[in-house]
């Protein structure tokens, strides 16, 4: 066998198509996966002396090209997946940066313990969760991802190894949450998960005639009416239905409210429906691709509307699994839309010009004739890390197929859309983004922050080996100009 | 849809059938890296069209050299949508002997050169969802004659090699085109007997393009008629096969 770390990875490391999680992008890049920590930072340092750029990839969960590096070198980190200590009396647990959600919570869920926040599927990584700072249903009542982690690892592009948390290293802690990976590779989470009481969520279905409806539906929960609050828009209704849809809240039980009892934590009661419709759910993406095309997708959202009104104003009980990692019912939904793939964007907005902002926003995805085939809306609340995508506001989330036809046109809709956001002080979330350009970045995020963040990053990165799609896009064109680089897979701008 | 071939990596480009594909793309507009190892031969062919022929010397055998070369070419002339193989070697072997180091020479330059070469252009390729792989095999691949064992082996697994690529990538748009040319006149068969429907590097270079401009994987003999030999060649019984001479 060839000794790996002898050899140059510019020669000897092997290319791998990557794509987002979107499928629109993707690059051939290197591609390394170690399995031990030890591995990494050895990768990281010869990395280094070989000047050649690096990206960290945990479950390709981002939607766009936050872990692709075209040319460069990609460090998949999904081996480094051991869980290093599990407290079932504090609810606290450490473990590598590669363990995804999944992991945890079959690990703690039969101890009484689920994670505080989670994203909408279950398969993204620890790493990845820090690093774009993610957010779940409960955005408006817990805050972040980041704001549970107690403690990280990190190994920096000089290969210092520093344990940062809110008391040790701060200003660092809060710019690696949420740092997208530029700032090091996250090798330990050490994270708070929240006692439950039971295994299940009361789950109430509400339906919106339209956007101020759904407006008002969140406002009435917000205070202390749910502890999870989503809406699912039908973004293909215009005029008096614009915005319409349904919301679900969901709200924790105490023991006793909970029928199944404590036979509601085993693991096996966290299931995921097997079938839907009757179609073994392995296969539902291939029929849900003949249905994806504008006529019949719209069709889809106004029967799903119409039918939520039979669920109004009911509750049931539903699992965490069932109840959070929605995107998980359909394995490979995502091949649903094509070999174009999609995009996902998601548009944050604050409270004081939400409505009207995205009344506008959905109106122009009508007036381009490109209305997105899925809206989520969230609540949530401001955090203290540096590069946060979350405001005292609203968001939304859309899907928008992408075909070589459309590309063009909707990449014109996506600017036009982000300039309105940024005129009602909104901004945008980089797990979701395929489309910011660098000025929008600067504009939405704010420059003093996004200098601030550079400045950390030229410290600990002054060669600008940590690099991505996603930086070099939207934010490397806001550094001050450095000397030509001389990394590898860089310069062929 | 048709290949575009717009810009393209001629590894094998100072002769034969790759110095003739490199001045006809050149000539049809395309931007061609020419890639040789004989420096001298390269610049007499990138003076014939400068800025759009241009020069890189490389040698087949040096495959570790393969992914910075190409990041350059890139660099040069943007991504590239069109890679052709042209480079091999068949020294000649005579009866009786048994000559490693030639053997080891036709594998190193016929068959770890394209995949050295082709590993580059199937991930890009895969990541454009569109591209043209060509690979210039031979009709020698198709049985194991006794005049040469190694090249036989070497076409046959470069034939095999495009196969899979071409069932692995044509699924994203990427068309892997294997050419087997029956005689060519080309300094590789220079000198030898028995030569029967030779054409031109010229020709055989023209029908290739054409073939892999249809934008169709696709494998065929150069000219078409080889492939009424290959048929028989592959069906003749071993216990015959053996006793022939050719």
Known sequence: MVEFASTPYRVRAPLRVVDGFGRSTLAACRFLEPRSVEELAGIMGQAQSEGISVAFRGAGRSYGDASINSRGLVIDATGLNRLLDWNPTTGVLEAEAGLTIEGLWRRTIEDGYWPTVVPGTMRPTLGGCVSMNIHGKNNFRVGPFGDHVLELDLITPGGDRLTLSRSQNSELFHAVIGGLGMLGAVTRVKLKLKKVESGNLRVESISARNLDEMFDVFEQRLPDRADYLVGWVDCFAKGKGLGRGQVH?????????????????????????????????????????????????????????????????????????????????????????????????QVFVPKETARETMKDVLNLCHQAKMPSFLGVFKRHRPDPFLLTHALDGWSMAMDFPVTPKTRNALWALTERLSERVIAGGGKFYFAKDSVLRAGDVEQSYGRDKVERFLAIKQQLDPTNMLSSDLWQRALAPLAKPQPPSQLFGRAAE | MKAKLSKVVVVGASSGMGEAMARQLAAAGADVAIVARRQNELERLAGERPGKLRPYVHDATNVDE???????????????????????????????????????????????????????????????????????????????????????????????????????????????????????????????????WLISAEKAAKTSLALARKGKSVVAFVPSRWALVAFVVRNLPSFIFRKLNF
């Open chain 2, 66 to 196: 393969v992914p910075e070369l190409f990041e350059r070419i890139e660099r040069d002339m943007g991504p590239v949508d069109g890679l052709i193989y042209a480079a091999g070697v068949m020294p000649s072997i005579q009866e009786s002997e048994y000559a490693f180091e030639k053997d080891r020479s036709m594998v190193m330059v016929n068959l770890l050169g394209a995949m050295a070469w082709m590993n580059q252009a199937a991930a890009r390729f895969e990541a454009a969802r569109g591209g043209t792989i060509l690979g210039i095999s031979s009709i020698a691949g198709e049985r194991g004659r006794r005049g040469n064992p190694a090249y036989c082996t070497t076409k046959a697994a470069l034939t095999t090699y495009l196969e899979s690529l071409r069932n692995r990538c044509s699924r994203y748009g990427v068309n892997v085109v294997t050419i087997k040319p029956g005689f060519v006149d080309t300094a590789m068969t220079r000198g030898l007997k028995g030569l029967f």
């Open chain 1, 249 to 345: 809240a969901a709200h924790y039980l105490h023991a006793g409210e909970d029928p199944m009892g404590a036979e509601g934590f085993h693991v096996e009661r966290q299931g995921l429906p097997g079938t839907i419709l009757g179609i073994p759910k392995s296969e539902l993406w291939r029929i849900m691709r003949l249905f994806s095309n504008k006529p019949l997708w719209g069709l889809i959202n106004k029967a799903k509307y119409h039918s939520s009104w039979r669920e109004h104003g009911k509750s049931y009980l539903q699992s965490h699994v069932a109840f959070a990692f929605l995107l998980d019912y359909v394995p490979n939904w995502r091949l649903a839309y094509g070999p174009g793939g999609f995009i996902q964007y």
